[in-house]
T-cell receptor, first 111, second 116 residues
């Protein structure tokens, strides 16, 4: 079955700098890769997603890149702000019904 | 914007007791899911449900767990005899189509289950 690895587990960046979170997956059949942001005690919120027929997708300060050959995808946040502080999860869909999640990255934005 | 709603927000129960967690998915969605998240850990898939039957389930979803869609709106998760390790946040989610089609998951706000 699918296995998703996520790094780093914690990332601390200065406000205004960029943050990059990386994930790898094992199942070459996976074709949908969402990223979720979870603030403390709240539900995961989808922030961006990418399908396997696309290499990059951008939405304002957030971008996701996908390398199907290497089976990895990354989240890029530019010009980080204090409200970006949260836990970020990547996920990969290996079937019609199931998302496999990474272990999460705690992003800390230092003022 | 339509939302997935879950009740209760918190549930405290004694070990060995049965609990039922309730969810109302978004009305025109066809796929329903339960996930759980132990404090500080990753979100874990439990089960997916489509066309009134389980589509897929994880190893966590053993015989103690069951799901039901008793009417046209509710989707429930039952844990027959709770264990201490069942303590977690349980999230319900729904989508219009299966996620392999790139369909977004919409999550409820979760039920925090504490087993004492």
């Amino acid at each position: 079955g699918e296995n998703v690895e996520q790094h780093p587990s914690t990332l601390s960046v200065q406000e205004g700098d960029s943050a990059v979170i990386k994930c790898t997956y094992s199942d070459s059949a996976s074709n949908y890769f969402p990223w979720y942001k979870q603030e403390l005690g709240k539900r995961p919120q989808l922030i961006i997603d990418i399908r396997s027929n696309v290499g990059e997708k951008k939405d304002q300060r957030i971008a996701v890149t996908l390398n199907k050959t290497a089976k990895h995808f990354s989240l890029h946040i530019t010009e980080t702000q204090p409200e970006d502080s949260a836990v970020y999860f990547c996920a990969a869909s290996d079937s019609n019904y199931q998302l496999i999640w990474g272990a999460g990255t705690k992003l800390i934005i230092k003022p | 914007e339509p939302e997935v709603t879950q009740t209760p927000s918190h549930q405290v129960t004694q070990m060995g007791q049965e609990v039922i967690l309730r969810c109302v998915p978004i009305s025109n969605h066809l796929y329903f899911y339960w996930y759980r998240q132990i404090l500080g850990q990753k979100v874990e898939f439990l089960v997916s449900f489509y066309n009134n039957e389980i589509s897929e389930k994880s190893e966590i979803f053993d015989d103690q767990f069951s799901v039901e869609r008793p009417d046209g709106s509710n989707f429930t998760l039952k844990i027959r005899s709770t264990k201490l390790e069942d303590s977690a946040m349980y999230f319900c989610a729904s989508s219009g189509h299966g996620t392999a089609g790139g369909e977004k998951l919409f999550f409820g706000s979760g039920t925090q289950l504490s087993v004492l």
